[in-house]
C-alpha cells in the first residue's frame, strides 16, 4: 500500500497544485515500503521520530526481517539516509541487506534513547550521515533547518532559502 492509498484527506489528489510530494503526511508515510538500489525489499516504515527541539525530522523506524511481523528487527534510520521514489511510490536506503543486517537495531518492546548523542553518534555513523546541522545538504536534496525542502531530489542549489532562517521542516 502507498501513501497515495492512506491519503485520507486528499492531499496528493492535486499533482499540479498539491503540496505532495513535497510536503508530505506522516501518517501517509506510516508503512511505506523501503528499498535499496539493487531493489531489494528492506522493510518498512513503521514510525517516524520527531525532534521537537530541532523541529525536524531525525528518524524513521524500519521494520526489517522476520516473518509475518515476528522476530522483526526495528531500525532508527536517519531521515537524511532515505530517499523518496516518486516513481514507485516507496523510499529508498543506499544500502545493502547485508549492511542493514549489521546495523544497530532493537526490538519492539526495548527502544533506545533516540535523543542521546551517543545514538544520534552511532546512527549516523552506521549510515554516513551527518547529524542534523541547519544548512546540511540531506540524501534527498533538502536542506537541513533553512527551507522546506522536498522529498523528491532537487537540482543542487535548487532549495530556497528561508529569509528568517527558521527550520520550516527538513522533509
Not at 497544485?17 to 510536503?23: K, Q, S, V
Not at 516473518?67 to 543506499?94: E, I
Not at 546540511?136 to 533538502?142: L, M
Request: no cysteine.
Amino acid at each position: 500500500m502507498s501513501y497515495l492509498d492512506r491519503d485520507t484527506y486528499g492531499i496528493y489528489s492535486d499533482t499540479s497544485d498539491g503540496p505532495g510530494p513535497r510536503l508530505m503526511g506522516a501518517d501517509t508515510l506510516i508503512g511505506e515500503d523501503v528499498y535499496n538500489r539493487q531493489d531489494e525489499d528492506l522493510g518498512d516504515i513503521k514510525e517516524i521520530m520527531l525532534d521537537m527541539r530541532q523541529g525536524q525530522v531525525a528518524y524513521a523506524v524500519l521494520s526489517f526481517g522476520g516473518w509475518l511481523g515476528m522476530g522483526d528487527k526495528l531500525f532508527a534510520v536517519p531521515w537524511q539516509a532515505l530517499q523518496l521514489d516518486t516513481a514507485n511510490k516507496r523510499f529508498l536506503l543506499d544500502v545493502s541487506k547485508e549492511h542493514l543486517k549489521n546495523a544497530p537495531g532493537f526490538d519492539k518492546d526495548n527502544w533506545p534513547d533516540m535523543a542521546s548523542t551517543e545514538f544520534s553518534t552511532q546512527i549516523h555513523n552506521f549510515y554516513g550521515t551527518q547529524q542534523n546541522v541547519p544548512g546540511a545538504r540531506t540524501a534527498s536534496g533538502s536542506v537541513m533547518g533553512s527551507s522546506t525542502g522536498s522529498l523528491q531530489s532537487d537540482q543542487p542549489g535548487s532549495a530556497s532559502r528561508s529569509t528568517s532562517g527558521s527550520s520550516s521542516g527538513t522533509l
